[in-house]
């Protein structure tokens, strides 16, 4: 968590050298960006519901903040024409044991996807590694005889209108061995607070 707002805050001093004679402007920078983040996440979430009920969307009535993300959904909504299936899904694999929730499951020229869209400063590769993992929770609970998700993509949403959708395809090996480094980690905590519990129950005895 200090990492994050450190870094937030320097980031929002290099756009905006001004926060430097403002201290606490500049404290308030990360918690800004994150809540700014948040409506952000919403409203996008909005425009894919919108979307799915086939009721039309005004980028030119959102606040300016959001205007240029929501010109480049419409611009990307306008060259795919998707089918909403549904958003929002929450995914759970039993055989792995992990559980998720992808953005959104569209088809796209008659062909099932799996799409999770991101409006930050780029597109990561561990972001292929947990699309991956969604759309194999998505197959293991597939009903008998519905379609099988074989594309996953991201969609990044850029604040200048622009997009880019990228097919991705991650490696699932890969991402079970993070989440064992991940298991790992946490069973060292638990066990580094559990002896730390102990010492200080020896200490209160003596």
Same mark, same amino acid.
């Given at each position: 968590?200090?990492?994050?707002?450190? =870094?937030?805050?320097?980031? &929002?001093? /290099?756009?905006?050298?001004?926060? %430097?004679?403002?201290?606490?402007?500049?404290?308030? &920078?990360?918690?800004?960006?994150?809540?700014?983040?948040?409506? $952000?996440?919403?409203?996008?979430? =909005?425009?894919?519901? &919108?979307?799915?009920?086939? &009721?039309?969307?005004?980028? =030119?009535?959102?606040?300016?903040?959001?205007?240029?993300?929501?010109?480049?959904?419409?611009?990307?909504?306008? /060259?795919? *024409?998707?089918?909403?299936? *549904?958003?929002?899904?929450?995914?759970?694999?039993?055989n792995y044991g992990y559980a998720g929730t992808v953005d959104m499951i569209a088809e796209i020229?008659?062909?099932?996807?799996?799409?999770?869209?991101?409006?930050?400063?780029?597109?990561?590769?561990?972001?292929? %590694?947990? %699309?991956? /993992?969604?759309?194999?929770?998505?197959?293991? *609970?597939?009903?008998?005889?519905?379609? %099988?998700? $074989?594309?996953?993509? $991201?969609?990044?949403?850029?604040p200048d209108g622009n997009y880019e959708f990228r097919k991705v395809q991650g490696d699932f090996d890969?991402?079970?061995?993070?989440?064992?480094?991940?298991?790992?980690?946490?069973?060292?905590?638990?066990?580094? *607070?559990?002896?730390?519990?102990?010492?200080?129950?020896?200490?209160?005895?003596?």
């Amino acid at each position: 968590l200090i990492r994050w707002a450190t =870094s937030a805050v320097f980031d &929002a001093i /290099c756009e905006d050298p001004g926060l %430097l004679g403002n201290r606490e402007e500049a404290l308030r &920078a990360p918690y800004a960006r994150r809540d700014a983040a948040a409506n $952000l996440g919403k409203t996008v979430h =909005s425009w894919i519901e &919108a979307l799915k009920a086939g &009721a039309p969307i005004d980028a =030119s009535a959102l606040p300016e903040a959001q205007r240029g993300y929501g010109e480049a959904f419409l611009a990307w909504a306008k /060259c795919y *024409s998707p089918t909403i299936v *549904s958003q929002e899904k929450t995914l759970y694999s039993e055989n792995y044991g992990y559980a998720g929730t992808v953005d959104m499951i569209a088809e796209i020229e008659g062909v099932p996807t799996m799409i999770d869209w991101k409006t930050g400063k780029g597109l990561y590769d561990e972001f292929a %590694l947990q %699309l991956e /993992c969604y759309r194999r929770a998505y197959n293991e *609970s597939n009903r008998e005889g519905d379609p %099988l998700l $074989l594309d996953t993509w $991201l969609l990044h949403l850029k604040p200048d209108g622009n997009y880019e959708f990228r097919k991705v395809q991650g490696d699932f090996d890969v991402a079970m061995a993070v989440k064992k480094v991940w298991e790992w980690q946490q069973r060292m905590k638990e066990e580094a *607070s559990a002896k730390k519990k102990e010492t200080k129950d020896t200490d209160a005895k003596e």
